[in-house]
């Protein structure tokens, strides 16, 4: 089945740890998105790639990390330099034309002990 | 800076209501405005608009983009148990195909 998927579901990182987020699509997308989710705080942009190898920082790009190495995967690293990083992670694609909608994966639920 | 703002940010109806959830958005070269309902984890897609389809409908639900206004909204007839969710607003503009996201609704729907 054509779709993406996130990976782990869950994640426990100590603080000070550098910890990568899988996505991978099947979808044949152009364009990947990484997306953060608080409560009553909707869907913040991190980081966007439209092409392999390109990608642009979102609104809240500090303290996360990207590549695009291939077209079908977009991981997202989340540094130390992340204070705050206990949150929701949704990883979406969406093709450049015909319906652009993005798709999203089940997301990954990154907790700080 | 793309901005898209969702009112309310939390409604709570009984079951048969009809609400209008509302979003209005400030992009650069406007190219479409999306819908989407996330009940536990991934959103799922409901509508797009642009300015050449304005207004779509399937079931129980509907929504207009006025961009005279830069808005939309969003109606749910004869709500049900299962349309409680939070539902998204999301535009894309310019040519970077950047998807700007609004706070959300949360929408409660009590039998």
């Known amino acids: 089945d054509g779709g993406i998927t996130q990976s782990p579901k869950y994640l426990f990182r100590k603080e000070g740890q550098n910890v990568t987020l899988s996505c991978e699509q099947n979808?044949?997308?152009?364009?990947m998105y990484w997306y953060r989710q608080d409560p009553g705080q909707g869907l913040r942009l991190i980081y966007y790639?439209?092409?392999?190898?390109?990608?642009q920082k979102g609104d809240i790009a500090e303290g996360y990390s990207v590549s695009r190495e291939k077209k079908e995967s977009f991981p997202l690293t989340v540094t130390s330099a992340q204070k705050n990083p206990t949150a929701f992670y949704l990883c979406?694609?969406?093709?450049?034309?015909?319906?652009?909608?993005?798709?999203f994966g089940q997301g990954t639920r990154l907790t700080v002990v | 800076e793309d901005k898209v703002v969702q009112s309310p940010l939390s409604l709570v109806v009984h079951e048969g209501d009809t609400v209008t959830l509302n979003c209005s958005y400030e992009v650069t070269n406007f190219r479409s405005l999306l819908w989407y309902k996330q009940e536990k984890k991934a959103p799922t897609f409901l509508f797009m608009l642009?300015?050449?389809?304005i207004e779509k409908k399937s079931g129980r639900l509907s929504s207009i983009l006025d961009k005279k206004e830069l808005s939309s909204i969003l109606n749910i007839t004869a709500t049900q148990t299962g349309d409680s969710a939070i539902y998204l607003c999301?535009?894309?503009?310019?040519?970077?195909?950047?998807?700007?996201f609004g706070k959300g609704t949360l929408l409660t729907v009590n039998p």
């Open positions: 979808l044949n997308h152009d364009a």
């Open positions: 979406a694609s969406s093709n450049q034309g015909g319906s652009p909608e993005a798709f």
């Open positions: 790639s439209q092409i392999v190898n390109d990608f």
């Open positions: 999301a535009v894309r503009g310019g040519s970077n195909y950047k998807l700007t």
């Open positions: 642009t300015s050449s389809g």
